[in-house]
């Protein structure tokens, strides 16, 4: 049978913002790939000499940072405090390991003709939000806010001009019932932990009169659940 997994080298490991890294992955195999800003792979973090953890419960979903149809693409993983197998496999990823991940795949992606484009989320969502914002033309119009623990956790987004970072305790509905975006529905692109996801899309729909059509939500992550696509 043919594998799913699809295989390259880690390339390179740095610092995206004080709790986050960017990995490089690289190789032959990632030319020329299916992608689309917003897209994520699906990489498998157990130790690849133990089969016995090669099952689902081991993949952990990372969006596209970027992405070279040369042969590389970028994640940028979070160290949070509860690291699982993920945060670990980020903390000890190094140059020349070798990485083993699905091909890129997701419906989280931008709908460019959206009369304007609100991305709200946490830092683990800032990461899809990087692809999109780059991918659209410089008239398109975007508001949005983005939570985070601190300041040493925003990364370097496109159109930062017209993006508000807030931090915890502050929490991500009651930042966008203060944001300033106009009266009519854009496009919304909501993303990180699940229940913040569902309250965000709770008052576009039910306070702002959005239908439920113009809010592309993605949870990322949940308190207390392992793994999640
Ligand atoms: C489509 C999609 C795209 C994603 N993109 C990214 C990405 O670009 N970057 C990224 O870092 N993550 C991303 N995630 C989340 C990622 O898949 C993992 O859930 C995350 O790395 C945690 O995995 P883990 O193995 O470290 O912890 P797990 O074993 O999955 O979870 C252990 C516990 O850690 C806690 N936890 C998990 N995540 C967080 C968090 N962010 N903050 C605080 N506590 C947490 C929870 O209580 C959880 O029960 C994405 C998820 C999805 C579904």
Known sequence: ?????????????????????RIRISGPELRDLDWVPGMHIRLRV???????????????TYSIWDYS?????????????????????????????????MRPEGRFVLRQDAPYHLFTGDETAAVAFGAMLRALSPSAIVHGVILADRPGDQLPLARSDRLTWVYRPDELPDAVLSLDFPGEPGVAYVAGEARTCQAVRGHL?????????????????????????
């Open 69 to 101: 149809a040369e042969g590389h693409l970028d994640m940028c993983i979070l160290d949070h405090p509860a690291a699982g197998p993920g945060a670990l496999w980020s903390r000890r990823a190094h140059v020349g390991d070798v990485a083993v991940f």
């Open 46 to 60: 157990c130790d690849p000499r133990r089969p016995g953890t090669w099952l689902r419960g081991f993949l952990r």
């Open 1 to 21: 049978m043919l594998s799913p997994f699809m295989h390259g080298e880690v390339t390179q490991v740095e610092p995206i913002a004080e709790r986050m890294r």
């Open 205 to 229: 729909v039910n306070e702002r009169g959005w239908s439920r059509r113009d809010v592309v939500v993605k949870p990322f992550w949940a308190p207390g659940r392992r793994g999640m696509d």
